[in-house]
Nanobody, 118 residues
């Protein structure tokens, strides 16, 4: 069964960094278009970043709010998709969700909490 598992969330001070990782054991994520979304309390879930699969040339997209601070990447040796988050701000506080898209199927992870606070 296809299941996405996120890891790497936590508490960090403003200006700090975190790396989130998403994996689906026994599945080749390079066949999927992958993305990260986030949802802050009282707000709708919003797009953060995405990276296409091998068929899409691994091209990336970012929300303007994270451009230049976050980097999405693939580690095909471990079948993971990572989100490196630098220069974190309090407004980055949210539950971060991993998304995988394969043709007309969309899968979501359960989310990992990121809290940016001093």
């Amino acid at each position: 069964q296809f299941k996405l598992v996120e890891s790497g969330g936590g508490l960090v001070q403003p200006g700090g960094s975190l790396n989130l990782s998403c994996t689906a054991p026994k599945f080749n994520l390079d066949l999927y278009s992958m993305g990260w979304f986030r949802q802050a309390p009282g707000k709708e879930r919003e797009f953060v970043a995405s990276i296409r699969g091998i068929a899409g040339g691994h091209t990336t997209d970012y929300s303007p709010s994270v451009m230049g601070r976050f980097t999405i990447s693939r580690d095909n040796s471990h079948s993971t998709v990572d989100l490196q988050m630098n220069t974190l701000k309090p407004e980055d506080t949210a539950v971060y969700y991993c998304q995988a898209v394969y043709f007309f199927q969309t899968f979501w992870g359960e989310g990992t909490q990121v809290t940016v606070s001093s």
